[in-house]
């Protein structure tokens, strides 16, 4: 009677409190070695902290843990999440567990934080002992922040997790739910990109990085990574960033587990062993990784086949020959299909499968279709557009050193970009010996750029072929009138105002022994003498035009002599083959603005005495320099 009074005394546990603490208890180990891992770590650091071995600011040797923290969490969280989840995956667990008295959401709640909770102790734990060896100093603060980024982190893989775990009926499927998760986007990304630059080899800067945010594994060590090697550390506005971004995935995190909540409540238990819960789940997870090896079977297939049947790299070879964008299309869907093919054989034990398997097939060509003539026509129409000029701000050419203002001007630009792009393929004539790349940049009005890069094919001395199309644009364009009233205008812009402009010199160092390798120097050239170097530069151009701004290259060709034997000569021309007399290894960079960055274009001065007799000499007789000869 008493024994019955006790009990009636005392409230009976929970059910749910204790499936939370038996799956905790079964699971504590996966808690104590990560503890073990990060006291490791964390103990070493504090000890040499509190030394007298001068560190680094403890904050920025704790950040040098970030990536570490990121793949651990990432890791550990999905193991004890499985873990906690273990017996959903087994028929005669599933029934047992059945027989608990509690509701789906709060089994699901209970086994969830299961996973969560022990990885968040050892967090906090080993963050204590830090603190503890320093005294709970202000060095033992530093701890704080690693400690509340790293429960962010658990927070969120354990909720894409628990998400991942209730879609599939066996953890090697659940798995790769996880992996599509957190990779599915950024791998997607990497070969679109492939393919694109496949198909349109021309276009530069072609990327959507904003498609990283959906894979948090991605975009999480993006951040981490760009936080933690910044120098000097920390810079404030990355490490808002990062804050940013691990807030956001961790209410991702708890998103998913509600999410999970939902799915757990109508899963088919029954389903238990199966590849997946339902049909629905089964055919999205297949196209994703059929559509995502689809894509990335046409790109390994188009590059070997244009590398190995040109002989020159796949890069190249499609600049020069181009790919079908036909072929570019219909080749993701068939490997696409191919792959889901297969995947549903292995899946459904036999080939008899696919007999009910045919819409999904056919939803999976569809989605791969769609993909891929949206990546091919997205290329070809970028591949094909040349800006409106007035729609540019500045533009510029590789083959002439300096920026293009105003519509007259980029209109020429554009032009010569008509050109090029336009230029013939080189269908079935050799892959060149020598090839050159002419890139034209454009920085539109609404603080956009595009850039676009051309190969161009060079006959066996390395100059560009006379009676090509491309040449006589290039020698068009050199020879316009319009060109040297833009270099006059870009030396009057820099050398008239003294006060909002900068002029460097760069040369290489003068050794009379032609053996050695001189240094380079680069030195500003004074205010004062912008007169004089602008009177040195106009005569030059009255002179020469605007062959100073040409770049020069090493030119060679090959001649029989008279004995017969085959030798080869050099000179110092532009790709034209235009030979100049003397080039030396210096340059004259003008800037109209006084403190130039990374946005900056400036106009460069080849210095020879073929193109800048007169400011080789104003430059001797100033500064008292000899210059290297190329």
């Given at each position: 009677m008493a024994s019955c009074e006790m009990y009636e005394g005392h409230?009976?546990?929970?059910?749910?409190?204790?499936?939370?603490?038996?799956?905790?208890?079964?699971?504590?180990?996966?808690?104590?070695?990560?503890?073990?891992?990060?006291?490791?770590?964390?103990?070493?650091?504090?000890?040499?902290?509190?030394?007298?071995t001068?560190?680094?600011?403890?904050?920025?040797?704790?950040?040098?843990?970030?990536?570490?923290v990121l793949v651990l969490s990432a890791a550990v969280s999905f193991a004890a999440e499985n873990g906690a989840f273990s017996w959903i995956f087994d028929r005669r667990a599933v029934q047992l567990y059945g027989m608990l008295p509690v509701r789906r959401e709060a089994a699901f709640l209970a086994a969830a934080l299961a996973g969560v909770i022990p990885l968040l102790v050892a967090v906090g734990i080993s963050g204590?002992?830090?603190?503890?060896?320093?005294?709970?100093?202000?060095?033992?603060?530093?701890?704080?922040?690693?400690?509340?980024?790293?429960?962010?982190?658990?927070?969120?893989?354990?909720g894409i997790s628990a998400l991942c775990l209730q879609l599939a009926g066996r953890p090697a499927f659940a798995l790769l739910c996880y992996l599509l998760a957190n990779f599915c986007a950024y791998a997607a990304r990497q070969f679109a990109e492939t393919l694109y630059s496949i198909v349109a080899p021309s276009v530069s800067w072609a990327s959507i990085e904003e498609i990283d945010w959906a894979s948090p594994f991605v975009r999480l060590m993006q951040a981490v990574a760009m936080w933690a090697s910044t120098y000097p550390f920390p810079v404030p506005k990355l490490e808002v960033a990062l804050t940013q971004v691990l807030v956001i995935y961790a209410v991702v995190g708890l998103a998913c587990t509600a999410l999970g909540v939902l799915a757990f409540s109508r899963r088919n238990l029954e389903r238990a062993g199966d590849a997946y819960v339902s049909p629905v789940v089964r055919t999205v997870v297949n196209a994703l990784v059929s559509v995502l090896i689809g894509f990335a079977a046409t790109d390994l297939?188009?590059?070997?086949?244009?590398?190995?049947?040109?002989?020159?790299?796949?890069?190249?070879?499609?600049?020069?020959?181009?790919?079908?964008?036909?072929?570019?299309?219909?080749?993701?869907?068939?490997f696409s299909v191919l792959v889901f093919a297969i995947a549903e054989v292995i899946i459904g034990r036999g080939i008899k499968a696919l007999h009910r398997r045919l819409p999904a097939i056919a939803a999976t060509a569809g989605v791969a279709l769609v993909a891929s003539v949206a990546c091919v026509g997205s290329a070809v129409d970028a591949a094909t557009y040349v800006p409106n000029p007035t729609d540019v701000q500045r533009a510029t050419i590789s083959y002439v050193a300096m920026p293009f203002e105003g519509e007259e001007n980029v209109g020429r630009v554009c032009q010569l970009h008509r050109v090029l792009m336009s230029s013939a393929p080189a269908g079935d004539k050799p892959a060149p010996t020598s090839t050159s790349t002419e890139t034209i940049t454009y920085w539109i009005k609404d603080g956009t750029s595009l850039s676009r890069q051309y190969v161009i094919?060079?006959?066996?001395?390395?100059?560009?072929?006379?009676?090509?199309?491309?040449?006589?644009?290039?020698?068009?364009?050199?020879?316009?009138?319009?060109?040297?009233?833009?270099?006059?205008?870009?030396?009057?812009?820099?050398?008239?105002?003294?006060?909002s402009s900068y002029v460097m010199l760069d040369y290489q160092e003068y050794s009379k022994d032609p053996q050695d390798d001189a240094p380079w120097h680069s030195e500003a050239i004074s205010s004062g003498d912008y007169g004089a170097l602008r009177e040195a530069l106009n005569q030059d151009i009255d002179e020469r035009g605007a062959a100073c701004v040409v770049p020069l290259y090493q030119l060679t060709t090959g001649f029989y002599g008279s004995a017969g034997a085959f030798r080869y000569q050099t000179a110092t021309g532009d790709l034209l083959g235009t030979s100049v007399e003397t080039p030396y290894l210096a340059n004259v960079s003008l800037y109209p603005t006084a403190t130039p960055d990374e946005d900056s274009v400036g106009t460069t001065i080849y210095l020879s005495e073929g193109a800048t007799p007169h400011t080789v000499a104003w430059l001797r007789s100033r500064y008292d320099l000899e210059f290297v000869e190329r």
């Open positions: 409230r009976a546990p929970s059910p749910v409190v204790g499936l939370f603490l038996d799956t905790c208890q079964r699971y504590a180990y996966l808690g104590v070695g990560y503890l073990i891992v990060w006291l490791f770590w964390l103990v070493g650091l504090a000890l040499r902290i509190a030394g007298h001068p560190l680094a600011d403890p904050t920025q040797e704790l950040a040098q843990s970030g990536v570490g204590f002992v830090f603190a503890a060896i320093l005294g709970f100093g202000q060095d033992a603060a530093a701890i704080l922040p690693w400690m509340a980024r790293h429960a962010l982190l658990i927070v969120a893989f354990g297939v188009l590059a070997m086949s244009l590398s190995n049947g040109y002989g020159i790299p796949a890069h190249v070879a499609s600049m020069l020959y181009g790919v079908s964008p036909q072929l570019a299309c219909l080749l993701p869907v068939a094919p060079l006959n066996d001395d390395g100059e560009l072929v006379v009676s090509s199309e491309v040449t006589q644009a290039l020698e068009d364009f050199v020879d316009d009138p319009a060109t040297e009233r833009t270099l006059r205008a870009q030396v009057d812009a820099a050398l008239l105002d003294a006060s």
